[in-house]
């Protein structure tokens, strides 16, 4: 089973629709949890945190289930320049610090 | 946020060449930085973690002596791929943590804008 699993995409969805993805990680000593952004050819770049009380930023909001393994991220009123690949990215601090990543989903918005 | 720049950005060799990639954090220091590589479609997987004045940890089938990593300040580590061969084509990203005084910040790793490699 992979560390961090995502929806296998992609999601082909028309501009202003609401699109969830889902994330579950195997590794109970992760500590922090995060989805980036990554533009074709680029490298990725921090979307947002997740918590646990869940956080909103803008159209996007976070949530984070710990009993669940789980993480969601949803994106409401989609725009074209939302079309990107999504990673979940989870860090472990067990002895030392490591991040795992998801293989991403990507989004396709379409007008 | 924190910068951090990679060069280059693009390189195409021959086969059995050694390329360096050079990684490092503009406006802050990293005690650790970290190398990862990512195919085509696939998802970025980490090589190695890199310390500042001690051995890179290298994770599981990265071969440490074809990889070569060096992390000779708080702002600079560089990646040096011996030999290469045309299956080491990839996309290879740096990233750092900014660690301040109080300890490491548990937040965003700051990533460089890559160095796209093809060996012919």
């Known amino acids: 089973r992979k560390e961090v699993e995502q929806d296998p995409g992609p999601f082909n969805v028309p501009e202003g629709a609401t699109v969830a993805f889902n994330c579950t990680y195997s590794n109970s000593a992760s500590q922090s949890f995060f989805w980036y952004r990554q533009d074709c050819r680029k490298e990725p770049k921090l979307l947002m945190s997740?918590?646990?009380s869940g956080n909103e930023d803008g159209r996007f909001t976070a949530q984070l289930n710990r009993a669940s393994q789980y993480i969601s991220l949803l994106i409401r009123d989609s725009k074209l320049s939302d079309s990107a690949t999504y990673l979940c990215?989870?860090?472990?601090?067990?002895?030392?610090?490591?991040?795992?990543f998801g293989a991403g989903t990507r989004l396709f918005v379409k007008a | 946020g924190a910068v951090v720049s990679q060069h280059p950005s693009r390189v195409i060799c021959k086969s059995g060449t050694s390329v360096k990639i050079e990684c490092r954090s503009l406006d802050f220091q990293a005690t650790t930085m970290f190398w990862y590589r990512q195919f085509p479609k696939k998802s970025l997987m980490l090589m190695a973690t890199?310390?500042?004045?001690?051995?890179?940890?290298?994770e599981q089938g990265v071969e440490k002596d074809k990889f070569l990593i060096n992390h000779a300040s708080l702002t600079l580590s560089t990646l040096t791929v011996t030999s290469a061969h045309p299956e080491d084509s990839s996309f290879y990203i740096c990233?750092?943590?900014?660690?301040?005084?109080?300890?490491?910040?548990?937040?965003?790793?700051?990533f460089g804008p890559g160095t796209r490699l093809t060996v012919l």
């Open positions: 990215v989870v860090n472990l601090h067990t002895g030392g610090f490591k991040t795992i």
């Open positions: 990233s750092a943590r900014e660690e301040l005084a109080g300890g490491p910040r548990d937040n965003e790793q700051f």
């Open positions: 890199s310390n500042e004045g001690s051995k890179a940890t290298y």
């Open positions: 997740v918590y646990s």
